[in-house]
């Protein structure tokens, strides 16, 4: 019997076999070993994977329990064997880790060829998942170098006066590394061989002073090693879990303990078009503003123009490069609901809220005193950008009655002696304002209107719909390779869905009118 006369016609398992068996799959292939010979097809695998992500199936065991279960495997499978979990587990995380970019680019290329995509306009947003890691397995930056600090003090004290005792001489740099300690260490085991002591262990031993100066230098050593390699994972974060080590400890919405604890997790961009997903990575950061240039650079092969982000995107970094790459960028300025409220707008310390003459270049307080600029600063995004501010400052503050409300922040400097400051970016006020305008115009409504449905719509579907709310494989590769199997799922669910409901080539949702 072929048991594909038992699948309905309109079945989403006979659509994503069609659309992957249009796929090439050499680069899929070539990750095999020459040596060996391939046991399971590498294409089935591949669609087992995609369609047990379409249904919310993640587990290699579920998977397996599918393969030997279910009519719509089993159809997928053609005549082989059901495949082993550890086969299934082995593929995900080792076979396709350095193909799955090109499979993913493969499907949004068809996409694209059946005008399923604008290749206009794309919707970008990011949210946090959480990582395959213990929740309490969190190093701190801070409290490593810290610790790491008192040791390195304690060491600089202790091991000149150990070694001077054994006759030997131990230099002192600025920092006493891991190697200078396997030196130091060399020389007491060349000493005792010299002296022929004999360690010992145990109750009622008495050690020597060789033995108990070795052991001091041996633990020294291991936590200086550990030291090193928790700094070497850190990079630039201020935190890793022990179990999985690209994991940054984050703040998510979903909070376990209600207090707002962190949890291990990864920040994931989505980028999408059409309701599809054309664009999806996993990053360690945890702001949204960085990963937008990233993003848009992985989108430039598809001649996207009109990027809209949320308020989390906006920096003058991100809109200078859309500047210099002619993208025309709808980004909700981080102010824009806030400057609305009539709390704000009658907040006198706020630069918005003051006159500015051009011609003098400066401000006006709410009393009438100018505050002109009085230097420039100089700085760097964490990307190299460079950002010139312009530091503006009030000379007229001492005894105005107005000081209370229009100074704020914090400082160990009283209030009587603090000075007005504006710290100002021109060139990110232009384009702010160029932004504001721009999202305001008819177009920039439309497309505001439907980033909110069409990305954080996809964000949605993804964790509540599908079930997808923590990650099963560890490191970012792996994570990468997992994320992007369910966006090929997701998009496989939008086009079968599209395709019952009538809906294909439609790019944007119009908002119905009374």
């Known amino acids: 019997m072929d048991i594909g006369d038992i699948i309905p016609a309109d079945d989403s398992v006979r659509l994503l076999s069609a659309v992957l068996e ?5 680069k899929l292939e070539a990750a095999y070993s020459r040596l060996g010979r391939i046991e399971r097809s590498p294409k089935r695998l591949f669609k087992i994977l995609v369609y047990g992500y379409m249904n919310g199936i993640y587990s290699s065991r579920k998977l397996e329990q599918a393969c030997r279960r279910d009519v719509n495997f089993i159809y997928l499978l053609g005549r082989e064997k ?3 979990h550890a086969t299934i587990a082995r593929f995900r995380s080792e076979r396709l880790t350095e193909v799955i970019d090109d499979l993913f680019a493969q499907l949004v290329g068809q996409l694209a060829d059946a005008g399923e995509l604008s290749l ?3 919707f970008i947003d990011g949210t946090k998942l959480e990582a395959n890691a213990n929740r309490y397995s969190f190093v701190w930056k801070k409290s490593t170098q810290s610790n790491e600090q008192k040791m390195q003090a304690k060491m600089k004290v202790q091991l000149p006066v150990l070694a001077a005792k054994l006759g030997l001489r131990f230099h002192v740099g600025q920092k006493i590394k891991a190697k200078d300690l396997k030196k130091l260490r060399k020389q007491l085991k ?8 004999v360690f010992v262990n145990g109750k009622g031993q008495r050690k020597s002073v060789l ?5 001091t230098v041996e633990q020294y050593l291991l936590r200086q090693k550990k030291y090193d390699d928790y700094n070497h994972s850190f990079g630039e974060r201020n935190s890793f879990s022990k179990t999985d080590r690209d994991a940054t400890f984050l703040r998510m919405k979903e909070d376990h303990m209600k207090n707002g604890q962190l949890k291990p997790g990864y920040n994931a961009t989505l980028a999408v078009d059409a309701e599809y997903i054309v664009g999806a990575t996993i990053t360690q950061e945890r702001s949204d503003s960085q990963t937008l240039i990233p993003m848009l650079k992985k989108l430039q092969g598809l001649g996207y123009t009109k990027p809209v982000a949320d308020a989390g995107f ?8 859309c500047e210099e790459n002619k993208l025309t960028a709808f980004i909700k300025p981080a102010n824009y609901e806030k400057a609305k409220t009539r709390k704000y707008k009658s907040d006198i310390g706020r630069r918005e809220n003051m006159p500015y003459a051009e011609s003098s270049d400066s401000y006006r307080c709410h009393k009438g005193h100018p505050i002109r600029a009085a230097y420039e600063k100089k700085t760097r995004s964490k990307a190299g950008y460079a950002i010139v501010t312009t530091v503006y400052t009030c000379t007229e503050c001492a005894g105005c009655e107005h000081k209370a409300q229009c100074i704020k922040g914090k400082s160990k400097t009283p209030l009587e002696e603090r000075s007005k400051n504006l ?11 160029q932004m504001q305008e721009r999202i305001q115009s008819k177009a920039g409504i439309l497309l505001r209107l439907n980033r909110s449905i069409q990305v954080e719509g996809a964000f949605g579907v993804l964790k509540q719909d599908m079930g997808f709310r923590r990650f099963l494989l560890r490191s970012s590769i792996k994570v990468q390779t997992e994320f992007l199997l369910l966006c090929m799922g997701y998009n496989l669910n939008k086009l079968h ?3 019952q409901k009538d809906r294909c080539g439609t790019y944007l949702h119009i908002p119905k009118t009374a």
Do not use: C
């Open 190 to 197: 060349v000493l005792q061989a010299r002296q022929g002591i």
């Open 82 to 84: 059901a495949p082993d």
């Open 22 to 26: 249009r796929m090439d799959y050499s």
């Open 314 to 321: 906006e920096s003058e970094e991100n809109y200078t490069w």
């Open 423 to 433: 710290y100002v970016s021109k060139t990110f006020l232009r384009q702010r304002r």
């Open 120 to 122: 206009s306009s794309v």
């Open 497 to 499: 869905n599209k395709i």
């Open 211 to 215: 033995q108990r100066a070795v052991e």
